[in-house]
């Protein structure tokens, strides 16, 4: 899916964060290989997904690393960050905790990763509207606050999985070039 025998001209290692059951591991799924299922076992072991794109006529390999059900707090090693450019942090539009939990997990992104990383706040499930408990407002001020990029997405019905994704690929190729 978008991989083709071509030369890379980068690889950009993107990490996933967030508690667990947020859609971490369908989000990826879904951009990696537009696939998607609604009974995902949680992920065991660390692993990553690529997938290569075009960005203004240069071929980038995303490598997108998942968390391996290691979502507890401080679980997360500094290995999973190292020599990450950008970083996916996710919650769940249904579920207040899962956002409430986000400044935490910023806090230990930016414990670990590189000072430039790019940031993009990703309120997934956004399918479950009439379940919803976070306000799409209350997200995007804490995203502006704090300087990250922010969108709503649904792994389910793939909406705006592509744009995360081109939105953070972009921003780190541009700050390369
Ligand atoms: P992870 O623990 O963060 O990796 O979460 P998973 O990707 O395993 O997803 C947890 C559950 O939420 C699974 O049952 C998924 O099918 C479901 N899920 C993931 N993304 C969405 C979404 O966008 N909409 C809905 N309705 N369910 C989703
Ligand atoms: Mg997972």
């Given at each position: 899916y978008g991989d083709t025998s071509q030369k890379i001209d980068y690889v950009f290692k993107v990490v996933l964060i967030g508690d667990s059951a947020v859609g971490k591991s369908q989000i990826l799924s879904r951009f990696a290989r537009n696939e998607f299922s609604l009974d995902s076992k949680a992920t065991i072991g660390v692993e990553f997904q690529t997938r290569t794109l075009v960005i203004q006529h240069k071929s980038v390999k995303a490598q997108i690393w998942d968390t391996a059900g290691q979502e507890r707090y401080r679980a997360v090693t500094s290995a999973y960050y190292r020599g990450a450019v950008g970083a996916m942090l996710a919650y769940d539009i249904t579920k207040r905790q899962s956002f409430d939990h986000i400044p935490r997990w910023l806090e230990e992104l930016r414990g670990h990763a590189d000072k430039n990383i790019v940031i993009?706040?990703?309120?997934?499930?956004?399918?479950?509207?009439?379940?919803?408990?976070?306000?799409?407002?209350?997200?995007?001020?804490?995203?502006?606050?704090?300087?990250?990029?922010?969108?709503?997405?649904?792994?389910?019905?793939?909406?705006?999985?592509?744009?995360?994704?081109?939105?953070i690929l972009t921003e780190i190729f541009n700050i390369v070039n």
């Open positions: 993009i706040l990703i309120g997934n499930k956004c399918d479950l509207e009439n379940q919803r408990a976070v306000s799409t407002e209350d997200a995007r001020e804490f995203a502006e606050k704090e300087g990250l990029f922010f969108l709503e997405t649904s792994a389910l019905e793939a909406t705006n999985v592509e744009t995360a994704f081109l939105t």
